[in-house]
């Protein structure tokens, strides 16, 4: 099973930005879609982004003009550059691995079956 740890979260000010990196172990990274997903305390997990494995991104309406989802296959590892964050942006924030090679963009939470520990990220205002 392949591991994925999460690191870049932090406190922040409403306007600031942090990015977000997502390690992953094991073989045949680069043939799988990733996302990030977010929960609040007291809600549900949620998409904020995601990357196919050739590249395609898509976002959650909430964040989309002020996130930016990459890969770097050669390093294993997937980021999420946060821009002009809100405190609604607060969240423990999760990445995660597709359940399958290939295909498109999924949005739910169970089509991914390998997740990160999350990392805390917290927008003051």
């Known amino acids: 099973q392949v591991q994925l740890v999460e690191s870049g979260g932090g406190l922040v000010q409403a306007g600031g930005s942090l990015r977000l990196s997502c390690a992953a172990s094991?073989?045949?990274?680069?043939?799988?879609?990733m996302a990030w997903f977010r929960q609040a305390p007291g809600k549900e997990r949620e998409f904020v982004a995601a990357i196919t494995w050739s590249g395609g991104t898509d976002y959650a309406d909430s964040v989309k003009g002020r996130f930016t989802i990459s890969r770097d296959n050669a390093k294993n590892t997937v980021y999420l550059q946060m821009n002009s964050l809100k405190p609604e942006d607060t969240a423990v924030y999760y990445c995660?691995?597709?359940?399958?090679?290939?295909?498109?963009?999924?949005?739910?939470?169970?089509?991914?079956?390998?997740w990160g520990q999350g990392t805390q990220v917290t927008v003051s205002s």
């Open positions: 995660a691995r597709r359940s399958r090679t290939f295909g498109s963009t999924r949005y739910q939470p169970a089509e991914y079956d390998s």
């Open positions: 094991g073989r045949a990274f680069s043939s799988y879609g």
